[in-house]
């Protein structure tokens, strides 16, 4: 990467997501251009703060399309495939959906991203420099990433304030269904049906206060997204979905029937889980760094990331430290000290062998 005064950013797409990027960015000292399809929306990105300049930047380090997923492949291809710009530019999206994509993309330095932020707030209006403070960015690098475009990515993107979780795209796919798609569609849903009933009871809506305007507060976002969203992910979500409703039905049944003891017991279970939620943004006390040999070929990165992932060990420092003499370098991770032991072992069973230290 460049100096910290000479690092150039491209934002393409300037709606909630990218304008946030490009006042983030801008807030750590990066120059930020950008584009929109939207001619007007990129100059109110210039007045707003959030981007340097409109056009584009040949010499960007780093490049984040924020386009409607439809459009996310044909855009990282135009600009890894531009012999004009940078030989190292990192090209990344922020997209809800990340398997199709980087099948299509296919390329080193394309390392699909999913920042899991956003507002309620609409476009420009909602763009907050803070919006990825805390919150989980997942990267899905594949056996073809380079490990030093990786390694360069996930070093912006926490000093955004994110928590990098790695993933394999297809994992991230049918994680984020259930996680995300399907209680956007559901919360969509349970307002349509509060709305339909206002019509014939016009007291209904003054009432949807509390816990309604909490778990719908997902609805009020941008519908434009969820079209593409829905078509390239549909059988993760399908899948969700047919868990869910199993899971109402089963609901359903115990409040028609007066099973009172199934009823206590489901809403006990569902209420030990939430609390048992993580934090947003919490690190553990403890950490640990694993120091790996690895041979210096494509894979490795996405073979380890993918396994810590697996287990459940999230990654909160990752480096490269290369060898001249051999054919080999040292990945360094750092991670909860109450998951080194787990991921150290399961490594071990791949042939990996590795060193465990513990950091004050």
């Not at 950013?9 to 490009?22: D, F, R």
């Not at 390392?111 to 507002?119: I, L, R, Y």
């Not at 798609?181 to 206002?198: E, K, M, S, W």
């Not at 694993?290 to 420092?317: C, F, M």
Request: charged fraction near 20%; hydrophobic fraction near 45%; proline fraction near 5%.
């Amino acid at each position: 990467m460049t100096s910290r005064s000479e690092r150039r950013a491209l934002v393409v797409g300037t709606g909630l997501i990218g304008g946030s990027l490009g006042l983030a960015l801008r807030a750590q000292g990066w120059r930020v251009s950008g584009w929109d399809l939207d001619e007007t929306r990129a100059k109110a990105a210039v007045e707003r703060g959030v981007l340097d300049a409109v056009g584009d930047d040949l010499g960007a380090d780093v490049a984040f399309v924020a386009t409607p997923v439809s459009t996310v492949a044909a855009v990282a291809r135009r600009l890894l495939d531009d012999p004009g710009r940078r030989p190292d530019l990192v090209v990344t999206d922020v997209g809800g959906v990340k398997a199709p994509v980087v099948a299509v993309v296919d390329h080193p330095r394309f390392v699909g991203g999913h920042p899991m932020a956003g507002s309620e707030q609409l476009g420009l209006d909602g763009a907050d420099p803070g919006l990825f403070a805390g919150a989980a960015w997942v990267l899905t690098p594949t056996p073809t990433t380079d490990l030093a475009a990786f390694e360069r990515l996930r070093t912006v993107v926490t000093a955004l304030g994110a928590d990098v979780v790695v993933l394999p795209p297809e994992d991230h796919d049918r994680l984020v269904a259930v996680v995300s798609h399907v209680p956007h569609l559901v919360a969509a849903t349970l307002v349509n049906a509060a709305a339909d009933d206002a019509v014939h009871d016009a007291a209904l809506l003054r009432l949807a206060a509390g816990g309604f305007r909490d778990m719908t507060r997902v609805a009020a976002g941008h519908p434009g997204i969820w079209p593409d969203v829905c078509t390239d992910n549909a059988d993760a979500i399908v899948a969700a979905f047919d868990r869910v409703l199993a899971e109402l039905g089963a609901m359903r049944d115990r409040v028609a029937t007066g099973d009172r003891e199934g009823l206590l017991g489901a809403l006990r279970r569902a209420s030990a889980a939430r609390r048992q939620l993580p934090a947003r943004g919490a690190r553990p006390a403890r950490l640990t760094e694993l120091r790996i040999p690895v041979p210096d070929r494509q894979g490795v990165l996405a073979e380890i990331t993918s396994l810590a992932g697996t287990l459940g060990a999230n990654i909160y420092d990752i480096g490269i430290a290369h060898s001249a003499e051999a054919a080999q370098g040292i990945l360094l991770l750092v991670v909860d000290a109450g998951d080194a032991g787990g991921l150290r072992d399961a490594l071990a069973d791949r042939g990996y062998h590795c060193t465990v230290q513990e950091l004050s």
